[in-house]
């Protein structure tokens, strides 16, 4: 995790399981075939600053090479759209960190879309647990931010 522990303010998201109940679901979508696994899949609240959310899903534990499939889904609250969003992640020396590249760069206003980051996590040893440090550097109404967050635990990934 050398490179992004540098900052003093690092927000600490605890991890809870963030599913969806039967009233989130849509009623109306009658040819969903998945809808009952979506709403048990494990996830966690991994950014939650200054109006973005970003909440990480479990699409495939840890395999028999040791490998799990992560998919980060980032909304935007804020009532102006974001440019320029770039995430960054690092994880414990007992693990290795793929980033695949994301869907856009671009959020638009009031949660109208999502950017999808898909991750891939290798499980080196078994010396740590996999914890999880997140940085994303953004454009809003011309000026750069910065988020930095920790993921103690990722629901779902032992």
């Given at each position: 995790?050398?490179?992004?522990?540098?900052?003093?303010s690092v927000n600490k998201i605890s991890s809870k399981p963030a599913t969806a109940t039967l009233s989130?679901?849509?009623?109306?979508?009658?040819?969903?075939?998945d809808a009952t696994e979506k709403a048990s899949q494990p996830s966690t609240?991994?950014?939650n600053t200054n109006g973005i959310e970003g909440i990480l899903y479990v699409d495939n534990v840890f395999n028999?090479?040791?490998?799990?499939?992560?998919?980060?889904?980032v909304t935007n609250n804020n009532p102006l759209p974001i440019e320029a969003f770039n995430f960054q992640a690092a994880v414990t020396k007992a693990f290795q960190i793929e980033l695949?590249?994301?869907s856009s760069s671009d959020l638009p206003a009031n949660r109208q879309g999502t950017i999808?980051?898909?991750?891939?996590?290798?499980?080196?040893?078994f010396s740590h647990p996999l914890k999880?440090?997140?940085k994303a550097f953004y454009n809003i109404d011309g000026r750069q931010q910065l988020i930095e967050c920790l993921v103690p635990k990722i629901e779902g990934l032992s």
């Open positions: 995790m050398k490179g992004l522990i540098n900052n003093s989130d679901l849509d009623p109306f979508d009658l040819f969903s075939m609240l991994a950014i028999e090479n040791s490998v799990a499939a992560l998919r980060l889904l695949l590249p994301p999808t980051q898909m991750i891939n996590i290798r499980r080196i040893s999880m440090r997140i």
